[in-house]
């Protein structure tokens, strides 16, 4: 299982952290496909998507009204497709590489009892309704979690930017990237001792600088609609109802 060396607490507990003063109302959480899977290694393990779902139940008891978005790397990553696949089609088995992580998502968040909907940027009636934007804000209204499979439905487009767009959409009051490390660098931390995290950074110093927390069409979006990104490490325990609770957590992007 994938958690902070530093978190000894057992994993299997979803009670409401106490005290913590919600912050966000409503949220959009950005998940990235390999977080469902062991470190590694490919397509989704149980005990991984167990420990993402009890940190969920968390902020969900909260309060907060989530959407979630999921990538599709644990499964299929178009960048590595070689020279027999071309890149449109590529793109479409990632997207359904997303609808099988919310597939799997669902159903862990429903063994916890939490209300749950898939909505898919490409139409698959037998498995997901469609995405309609009403529809998404009703269920979260109703304080049904919504996941949001199938990217932006369109080619050349990142589910980081589906993320943003949804997130946009469903006037979510920020954006929650949970990713491998705990916030922003001034460089890959992995390749660079030296490399510093940043608590906070402007829109635009992330793009200029490069910093690799989203793509620039991502980041592009979200600064226009000024919507701000929380960046935080996933496997630490509470770290997500921390997020949502306005808790200092990760590196906040804002304008």
Same mark, same amino acid.
């Given at each position: 299982?994938k958690?902070?060396?530093?978190?000894?607490?057992s994993?299997?507990s979803?009670a409401?952290?106490?005290?913590?003063q919600?912050?966000?109302?409503? $949220?959009?959480?950005?998940?990235s496909?390999e977080?469902?899977?062991?470190e590694g290694?490919?397509?989704?393990?149980?005990?991984?998507?167990?420990w +993402?779902a009890?940190e +969920?139940?968390?902020a969900?008891?909260?309060? !907060?009204?989530?959407?979630i !978005? $999921?990538?599709?790397?644990?499964?299929w990553r178009? &960048? =590595?497709?070689?020279?027999?696949?071309g890149? $449109?089609?590529?793109?479409?088995?990632?997207?359904?590489?997303?609808?099988?992580n919310a597939? &799997?998502?669902?159903?862990?968040l429903?063994?916890?009892?939490?209300?749950t909907?898939?909505?898919?940027?490409?139409?698959?009636?037998?498995?997901?309704e469609?995405?309609?934007?009403r529809?998404?804000?009703?269920?979260?209204?109703?304080?049904r $979690?919504?996941?949001?499979?199938g990217g932006t439905?369109?080619?050349?487009?990142?589910t980081?930017?589906?993320?943003?767009l949804? &997130?946009?959409?469903?006037e979510?009051q920020?954006l929650?990237?949970?990713?491998?490390?705990?916030?922003?660098?001034?460089?890959?931390?992995?390749?660079?001792?030296n490399?510093?995290?940043l608590?906070? !950074?402007?829109?635009?110093?992330?793009?200029?600088?490069?910093?690799k927390?989203?793509?620039?069409? &991502?980041?592009?979006?979200?600064?226009?609609n000024q919507?701000?990104?929380?960046?935080?490490?996933?496997?630490?325990k509470? =770290?997500?109802?921390l997020?949502?609770?306005g808790?200092?957590?990760?590196?906040l992007?804002?304008?």
């Amino acid at each position: 299982m994938k958690s902070s060396s530093s978190d000894s607490a057992s994993q299997t507990s979803a009670a409401p952290l106490k005290g913590a003063q919600t912050r966000y109302s409503r $949220v959009l959480l950005k998940l990235s496909g390999e977080s469902l899977c062991k470190e590694g290694e490919h397509g989704i393990d149980s005990s991984e998507l167990s420990w +993402i779902a009890q940190e +969920i139940k968390k902020a969900y008891d909260e309060g !907060v009204q989530m959407g979630i !978005v $999921v990538g599709g790397g644990n499964i299929w990553r178009g &960048a =590595n497709r070689g020279e027999a696949i071309g890149r $449109v089609t590529a793109d479409y088995m990632g997207m359904l590489a997303t609808v099988m992580n919310a597939m &799997a998502l669902q159903d862990a968040l429903e063994d916890l009892h939490i209300p749950t909907r898939v909505q898919t940027a490409i139409e698959i009636s037998k498995l997901a309704e469609p995405y309609i934007r009403r529809r998404a804000i009703r269920h979260l209204e109703k304080n049904r $979690v919504v996941i949001f499979a199938g990217g932006t439905g369109n080619p050349y487009f990142t589910t980081d930017t589906a993320a943003a767009l949804r &997130a946009v959409e469903i006037e979510a009051q920020a954006l929650l990237k949970a990713t491998q490390v705990d916030g922003v660098y001034t460089d890959d931390p992995k390749k660079n001792k030296n490399a510093k995290r940043l608590d906070e !950074v402007r829109f635009m110093d992330s793009i200029r600088d490069r910093l690799k927390v989203m793509d620039a069409t &991502a980041l592009t979006l979200c600064m226009e609609n000024q919507m701000p990104v929380l960046v935080f490490d996933l496997h630490v325990k509470g =770290n997500i109802a921390l997020a949502v609770g306005g808790k200092k957590v990760g590196t906040l992007i804002k304008e």
